[in-house]
């Protein structure tokens, strides 16, 4: 993501501006179906993960800090090796890495094909290939990373469902990859677009995926 001075705001607002529309118009609020292949809700609370990335990491983690199930929802990396796993490395495009999000969740209260239906669908677009809006390169590609083999089931047949029922212009180029080792980011990435709600790059890229979520996902959003 951007790192932006006080000189190149203003360039950027007018790039971004064009930018966002055209992938917050894409997959940030399309409507698309819940996969047909899901995990039973479970009947006790309790803690499961799931690792995704999909461009920018501040993105995804304050779509998913907003909804309802989520405990919590971390920034990272993941795909490469641990002594890679910063932000300055990862950045390069050279690393392996994805910058991505560790969603801890209570399945009593949200499946994990729900959490995919609200990944596909508002925090991110899954038919970029290798970039996200105005991110470019290999660290900002589309993936889900499975942690079993249900995990991998569900994803796969919900990729293959969605591409049948042609919901996105383009073919969805999200990989399907096991966990290897999920990194934490840095501190200073953390609740990035919380605690920076006037960001350029959060208003124009970032704030409209959540407010995609209220509008799609009612019953699962929450203002926390």
Avoid at 16 to 26: L, P, S
Avoid at 128 to 141: E, I, K, S
Avoid at 163 to 177: L, P, R, Y
């Amino acid at each position: 993501m951007f790192k932006l001075s006080a000189y190149t705001s203003l360039l950027f607002l007018v790039m971004i501006a064009v930018t966002v529309a055209c992938t917050a118009g894409n997959a940030a609020g399309v409507a698309i179906p819940g996969p047909t292949v899901d995990a039973a809700k479970a009947a006790k609370s309790g803690e499961q993960t799931v690792v995704v990335a999909g461009g920018c990491f501040w993105g995804i983690q304050a779509v998913f800090q907003h909804v309802k199930g989520v405990k919590s929802a971390t920034s990272g990396y993941s795909g490469g090796d641990a002594k890679t796993a910063q932000y300055e490395i990862v950045s390069t495009g050279e690393t392996g890495h994805a910058e991505s999000v560790k969603i801890t969740y209570d399945p009593a209260q949200i499946t994990y094909g729900e959490l995919l239906q609200v990944f596909f669908s508002v925090a991110h677009d899954p038919t970029q290939l290798n970039r996200q809006g105005p991110d470019d390169g290999t660290q900002y590609r589309s993936v889900v990373f499975y942690a079993n083999d249900e995990q991998k089931k569900i994803a796969e047949a919900y990729i293959a469902q969605l591409d049948k029922a042609k919901v996105f212009s383009g073919s969805i180029v999200t990989q399907v990859v096991p966990l290897k080792a999920f990194y934490p980011a840095e501190a200073y990435h953390q609740n990035y677009a919380t605690l920076h709600p006037d960001q350029p790059y959060i208003v124009y890229n970032d704030a409209p995926k959540v407010a995609h979520l209220r509008q799609e996902f009612p019953e699962l959003y929450t203002g926390k």
